[in-house]
């Protein structure tokens, strides 16, 4: 999806910016578990995850068979 020029720059900046937001989860899991349960911290943290991939799903194009640059 990215430019050939800078595919593994971006590539890398993405991924490990994704790993900076996650590295939120546990302390999120531990702030809600004190406050109100395992279970909200578990279920907070998921829909979380899963707002993520829905908008990866619904904003990122379909490359199958396209020509990339």
Do not use: C, D, W
């Not at 302390?27 to 406050?35: D, E, F, S, T």
Request: no cysteine; charged share 5%.
């Amino acid at each position: 999806m990215f430019p050939t020029s800078i595919r593994a720059t971006a590539q890398g900046f993405v991924y490990n910016g994704g790993r900076a937001i996650a590295a939120i989860a546990p302390a999120l899991i531990g702030y809600l578990a004190n406050q109100h349960g395992v279970g909200s911290g578990l279920l907070a943290t998921a829909g979380f995850f899963a707002l993520a991939g829905l908008i990866v799903l619904l904003f990122l194009p379909e490359t199958k068979g396209a020509e990339l640059t």
